[in-house]
Every structure is written in C-alpha cells, then in structure tokens.
C-alpha cells in the first residue's frame, strides 16, 4: 500500500489537540518559536532547518538527512553514542531525525517528568555533534541496508521513477535520501562541514508542544540556543514544472504483479486552490478504489494522494496483473470527476470522514509540531491552525474548479513486465477532459 506521506499526515491531522489552546508565535534571542501548550503529559519540540534539497548539489544528494540522523546517533560533545542512546533509553527519551525536500529537522519526545533529561539530549543533537568517524561508519551500514530494503519495494521505486521524470531539471529530482553510490563517499567530516553550513538561526525554528509553561520554555531556549550562529539566508525560488502532455518512464523488473503511478499538478499549500484540491483528490482516491478494486477487481489497493511541498503534486497508482484495463480504467475514472464533478452529496460524505479520521489519526504532540512546523516552511503556521475551518467551508464549485484547472496531463511511471506496457501504451497517452 502506498504510504501517506508524513507532511499530508501532519498538514491535515492533528485537529481535535491543536483545539486545545492558542498556538503563539514569538522571538527568542533571534530565533522563531512556535508554540502550542496542550494538556498532554508528552512534549515533543523540534528544530526545522529550512532548505531541504536546494541546500546541497545533487552529487551530495542525501546528504542533509545522513548529518541530521548522525547529531542523533554518532554522539556528542558531553556523550557518546553508546551513553547517547543509554540514556535517551533510561528516560524514555525519543530523539529522531527527517531530512526532506524542503526541510530537514530534530525532533525530541519525552513525558513531562523527564523534559530536563530529553531538552538536555535534543540541545547536545542540536549544538553539540561530533560526527564520531566510527559511529558514522555504523550509522552509513543501517542507512545503505534500509536504502537497499526500499529499492527491493516496488511501491518505493515506482514512485522513485515517476518523480525523478517529472521533476527532471529541478531540485525535486533530487532524492533526499541519497544512493548508495553516494553516502558510501560522504566522510564524517563532510557531514560535519555540511551541519555547519545549515546551523544557522536564520534558517532554523522551533516548534513546541506540550505541558509546558511560555515562560519556562523561553528560559530553556535562552540558556540553550541564545549563541546560535546567524548568515543571511535566501530561500531559492522554485517553479513546479507543467504537467500538460503525457509521458511514461518504464523499467524492467521480473515481479507477479505491475507498478504504476501517475504524477499531476498540484496548488501551494498557501493557494486559495489547496483545499479544494485536496478534497478532489481525496474524491478521485475513494472513484478509484471502488472502479479498479470493487468492481473492476484489477487491484487489490489502488488509490491517491496529494504531497504538499513548495513544487507540489498529486499521485494515482495501482498494482495490477492487467496494466492495460488497469490505466484504462484510471484514466476514465479521472475523465469522470473532471468532467462530471462532485456532488454535494459525496462532499458531505468526504467531509465527514476526512476530518473524523484525522481527528482519530492526529492526537499527538508530535503531530502538532509536525503539521505546525510543515505548515511554517510552506507560507506560515496559522495555515495549520486554519485548516479545519476551510475544509468544513470547501463548496462542490471550488473542488471542480480546482481540478479541472491543475490536473491537464500526466506523468507516469511503470515497473514490471514491458510487454504488458506496451500493450498498455495507448491508454497511458488517453486525453482528459
């Protein structure tokens, strides 16, 4: 089954806490805070460094979330790694890290009994690495076996493909999390001259959540990050490439069923678009399942989902022994919304389980931070906090309006036998709408 991606998770859960009480914004000694108390008895902060892949060549690709994954693992100035990890263990400390195409971060959960445990950890992960060259070599051993783990998964590469073709030429071929080719050249002082370069408070927030007074979460922060480094820092201006013809990238692979995905256009998540688009999507999803899975029976999980990041996207997919009926049948369903629309009844329905189960799904601190966090490096926090507002205010003209004005062509991607694609190689070019 394809994964949600965690932003999607984030951006669109979380409700029913972040309802708890106002999330506020303030400045720390030059650094952004984000802050939303709750009546949780578990604390998560994290620290977002802006960037993601526009901080680093492609020849480097990976590199950013190898150096975050590193400051939690390969130890610090006060620990080292095995004293690192016994007492994030002791205290039931959980430090982690993401690098992503827009942004990287570390994140930090505890109870509230042990926050001085868990803060004095995060702030060693955050200012204090030391890039241990033995620990990084056994931290590059669990990355390459996770990597080759994800290249056996044909879900994985099937949407490796589709991305790296409809993002050729921009920052987002990138793959954030590198090859195998290159983390096996990075050095653990590559890794530390890298981290300098993004610690930077011009580049980094916080984000906070949790049972935690304003006043004691200034003070820890001062006494912690008030010497931060601080650059000039640039954003780099991305521009999603249009979508607007129909292209297929295929590769071989001997497997008992087919992998395909098909990559669209998609509005910022700061458009007037967004809601609505993602509503629409979410409508294509539950056509898509009911034709190819329930009527049809040529898919066992087929599905979509939107990925909200500065060049955005929606992505179709299917595994099926029948690639042909299968496309076929993907692209009438897509013809179908597009030109036939939602109805107010189906939004009703959507609307309703949209938003009750991500009040289910979304209910931890890390959620908050995540969607809160995601949110600021997309155009601003209080986008999250606004979300439930808009999604209930989201009306039948806006959806089909928004996708009939994003969703003019496609980009696929197929993995498995290549004589049932080019069997398929009529259906993958049918027009929409």
Not at 36 to 51: A, E, H, Q, S
Not at 102 to 129: A, H, R
């Amino acid at each position: 089954m394809k994964k949600i991606l965690t932003a999607i998770l984030f951006i669109c859960g979380s409700l029913s806490v972040m309802a708890q009480s106002e999330t506020t914004s303030f400045d720390v000694d030059g650094i952004k805070v984000i802050f939303k108390p709750t009546l949780k008895d578990i604390i998560n902060v994290r620290m977002f460094y802006r960037g993601g892949v526009t901080n680093y060549p492609a020849s480097q690709a990976g590199i950013e979330k190898f150096a975050l994954e590193a400051t939690t693992e390969c130890g610090t100035k006060k620990y080292s790694g095995n004293v690192y990890r016994d007492r994030a263990d002791v205290y039931g400390v959980d430090v982690a890290s993401e690098g992503e195409y827009d942004y990287g971060n570390i994140q930090m959960q505890c109870i509230t009994k042990y926050f001085n445990e868990g803060w004095d950890l995060f702030t060693e992960s955050v200012v204090n690495p030391v890039f241990d060259a033995g620990e990084v070599e056994l931290l590059r051993s669990k990355i390459v076996a996770k990597m080759r783990e994800d290249q056996s998964n044909p879900d994985k590469r099937a949407e490796q493909l589709v991305l790296q073709s409809a993002f050729e030429g921009t920052p987002y071929a990138t793959d954030p999390d590198g090859t195998e080719e290159i983390l096996s050249k990075l050095t653990a002082a590559d890794l530390k001259n890298y981290y300098s370069s993004i610690f930077n408070k011009n580049r980094m927030f916080i984000v906070v959540a949790g049972k935690i007074s304003k006043e004691a979460l200034i003070a820890k922060i001062k006494a912690s990050f008030a010497g931060l480094p601080s650059a000039p820092y640039t954003p780099v201006a991305l521009k999603e490439p249009a979508w607007n013809d129909y292209k297929v990238v295929k590769e071989d692979r001997n497997l008992q069923t087919n992998y395909i995905d098909a990559i669209m256009n998609g509005p910022a998540f700061n458009s007037p678009d967004y809601v609505a688009y993602r509503v629409g999507i979410s409508a294509l999803g539950g056509s898509l399942f009911s034709e190819l899975r329930t009527k049809l029976n040529l898919s066992y999980d087929p599905g979509t989902y939107s990925v909200m990041q500065h060049m955005p996207y929606a992505l179709m997919y299917v595994s099926t022994t029948s690639p042909k009926e299968a496309v076929t049948a993907m692209n009438q369903q897509l013809n179908k919304v597009l030109s036939y629309g939602l109805s107010p009844e189906g939004l009703k329905r959507i609307k309703s389980s949209f938003i009750t189960s991500n009040y289910i799904k979304q209910q931890s601190t890390a959620s908050i931070t995540g969607s809160l966090g995601i949110a600021e490096i997309l155009g601003g926090w209080q986008l999250a906090e606004d979300l439930p507002k808009a999604i209930e205010n989201v009306t039948v003209a806006q959806i089909n309006d928004a996708m009939q004005k994003y969703i003019v062509g496609l980009r696929w991607s197929y993995l498995g036998d290549l004589k049932k694609a080019e069997e398929a190689d009529a259906a993958f070019k049918m027009l929409i709408h």
